[in-house]
């Protein structure tokens, strides 16, 4: 099936930018691929739950943002390389956690439970 993979993870000032990919590889069992599907960005600090950052639409036109980093962070994609975007700045201490991004292929929440592939995580810390 679709597999999904982090990276641009690290360790930053507050203030600072980091810009976290999330690459595409495969097919699921309908023959869909990443174009087709929405996506969306979570974390999860240690010790909490996972909770929602940012989404974007299967063609791009719609994005929709957590109120914590809205104005900060930006999602974005590229179908044709496969691969979905988080840039993240003006980052603070609170937005330390594990990254993931995540593939849905039918939204009916912004919640972990509408997302059926998931990566495998990337770190982001930020230091104040």
């Known amino acids: 099936q679709v597999q999904l993979v982090e990276s641009g993870g690290g360790f930053v000032q507050a203030g600072g930018s980091l810009r976290l990919s999330c690459a595409a590889s495969?097919?699921?069992?309908?023959?869909?691929?990443?174009?087709?599907?929405?996506m969306g960005w979570f974390r999860q600090a240690p010790g909490k739950e996972r909770d929602f950052v940012a989404h974007i639409s299967r063609y791009g036109g719609d994005t929709y943002y957590a109120d914590s980093v809205k104005g900060r962070f930006t999602i974005s994609r590229d179908n044709a390389k496969n691969t979905v975007y988080l840039q993240m700045n003006s980052l603070k201490p609170d937005d330390t956690a594990v990254y993931y991004c995540?593939?849905?292929?039918?939204?009916?929440?912004?919640?972990?439970?509408?997302?059926?592939?998931w990566g495998q995580g990337t770190q982001v810390t930020v230091s104040s």
């Open positions: 995540a593939a849905s292929a039918a939204i009916t929440d912004y919640t972990s439970r509408s997302y059926a592939y």
């Open positions: 495969g097919r699921a069992a309908s023959g869909r691929t990443l174009s087709t599907y929405a």
